[in-house]
């Protein structure tokens, strides 16, 4: 019988995994035991994307460890095996006609102490940032990353991947360990899967460009609105730094909704989520889950938090990527080494240009925890 415990022991801790990946985030399923467990290791996309260490830790010392990985969000209209999504999917998530671009439009720091008394946090990295890329490419846009180096390999997304991965560890001073991926697809079917999340908006939203069209105040989303609540960024105050702020509520509200009492004992909300996970979702293959799921067992919503690097005027000129969000290098450094000490995060100073040259600092925010429901603009 212990045989059995076991299992199912690691398992809920996976559950918190998908806190710490799909929302943050990662796997989960208690109820299905360890052949769900098993089912989604096999059946799941992975790529080679960070080199193995040298030699193999053992499962003690990987718990031991801190976990840094990278949680990207792909707005591409394949599967994650690279086959075009049918004619159906795409009508109902609006996503228009399979051209084969693949942008990396949400991009996610995941830290995992080691020590349990210290909590986790995620980090977003706006798409727009102006920043060096790694590889050769020069100062452009931070999502342009992947694809450039996608396209000078022959269309290879492993390079691209690692490129993506390289130019982060270079802005942030981390050193990420694991890769995750998600297409919009998948996000689309975990929404589904969970019953909805809960969001919080302001004031009353209607955007032609995403399709979003949603009333003030607290309300559930899941499927194609819950897209289109993260995808919209015209006819925000902040633009894409407000769609950051909007995916970080999003996925903080997934993670209560994972965390919350029933969904995790419930088969069919499992079974659901984990075939989403399976069919649209690629990690690093060195990746050990159950050891992160260990780690990630005390885990509750209230230490998870979300944060966004510091960032300067929002309007940018660049030579040749149009207006891009100016960010310092040092300053970003500075701010995830103060995470990474449990040092309280100074606010952030998200900017906008005032036409003139000038910007002026924005109003102080809230820290994002999955812990109930934010409300954002």
């Known amino acids: 019988m212990e045989q059995v415990r076991q299992p199912r022991r690691v398992l809920a801790g996976i559950g918190r995994t998908v806190v710490v990946l799909v929302s943050a985030t990662a796997l989960g399923a208690s109820a299905l035991g360890w052949t769900a467990y098993r089912g989604v290791t096999v059946a799941v996309t992975t790529d080679d994307v960070i080199a193995a260490p040298a030699t193999a830790p053992s499962r003690e010392k990987a718990a031991a460890t801190d976990t840094t990985f990278l949680l990207v969000g792909l707005d591409s209209r394949t599967d994650a095996q690279g086959r075009p999504l049918s004619r159906e999917i795409l009508d109902e998530l609006q996503a228009g006609n399979p051209s084969g671009e693949q942008n990396t439009d949400t991009m996610i720091v995941v830290h995992v102490p080691a020590d349990p008394a210290k909590k986790a946090f995620a980090v977003s990295l706006p798409r727009d940032s102006y920043v060096d890329i790694a590889g050769g490419f020069g100062k ?7 694809t450039r180096a996608k396209n000078a390999n022959g269309g290879s997304a492993t390079a691209g991947r690692r490129n993506l991965v390289e130019t982060v560890n270079n ?17 689309s079917q975990i929404t589904k899967a969970v019953g909805g999340v809960p969001i919080c908006l302001n004031k009353a ?23 289109k609540f993260v995808r919209q960024r015209h006819g925000l105050p902040r633009g894409d730094l407000d769609r950051v702020r909007r995916q970080q509520a999003f996925l903080a ?59 300067l005027r929002s309007d940018l000129a660049t030579p040749a990527d149009g207006t891009a969000v100016e960010v310092n290098p040092k300053q970003v450094k500075a701010f995830v080494q103060d995470l990474l000490s449990a040092v309280p995060a100074p606010p952030v100073q998200m900017r906008q240009g005032l036409g003139s040259g000038t910007v002026a600092p924005e109003q102080q925010q809230e820290t994002i925890t999955a812990n109930g429901v934010h409300c954002v603009n």
């Open 171 to 187: 802005l942030t001073g981390l050193r990420v360990n694991h890769y995750a991926e998600i297409n919009m697809y998948a996000f």
């Open 253 to 311: 509200g997934l993670a209560s909704r994972v965390l919350s009492a029933g969904t995790l004992t419930d088969p069919g909300k499992v079974t659901a989520l984990l075939d989403a996970i399976k069919t649209s979702v690629v990690l690093d293959q060195n990746w050990n889950l159950l050891s992160l799921a260990e780690q990630v067992q005390g885990l509750s919503g209230g230490r998870i938090e979300f944060h966004t690097i510091p960032t």
């Open 205 to 227: 939203v209607k955007d032609n460009y995403s399709g979003a069209d949603f009333p003030q105040g607290e309300q559930v989303l899941q499927g194609a609105d819950a897209l």
């Open 140 to 146: 452009h846009k931070l999502n342009s990353a992947y």
